[in-house]
């Protein structure tokens, strides 16, 4: 179910509300982006302070501001508390396409959060912002995420050699895609 308040997408799930992150959030987020597993493949250094904390919020606040994307903080519906983000960046409408990220803090691993987060913006990428193609871009370390998108469907088209530096050094990166025409999750 997609609710629309003050031109934000707020998803609901079975067990999860997908909402807007406000500077009110920013304990919440310095909580989980500040351990070390959890950044791992974030690309950026766990978080030491409020400050990195509002500076990521406002991140997420350019880009609804500047169209490029959607970043939706994952709550469980028995509490407002933000325990991870996932969205869309990147976003090239004059392409229907965008990127995919998320990350959830450690103590809700293995509990298919992650996943149904996942689900639920995927369905509002293709249904209402009527995407074609949403892409992954992952460390080939990081198995979890890979398995999470592949059990969504989608498909390693390659390896990216140095795509990006971060944390003073060049990764690799998978790109994964889901077309609309593959896409399960309507």
Known sequence: MTIHTNTFPILETNRLILRQITEKDAEDILKYL?????????????FESIHDALEEISWYQSLQNNKTGTRWGITLKESDVVIGSCGFHNTNSEHYRTEIGFELSKEYWGKGIAREAVEAILTYGFNELNLNRIEALIEPPNQSSQKLVERLGFIREGLLRDYEFTSGKFDDLYMYSLLKKDNRHD
Do not use: A, N, R
């Not at 500040?34 to 766990?46: C, I, N």
């Open 34 to 46: 500040s351990d070390e597993e959890v950044m791992q493949y974030y690309g950026l250094e766990p």
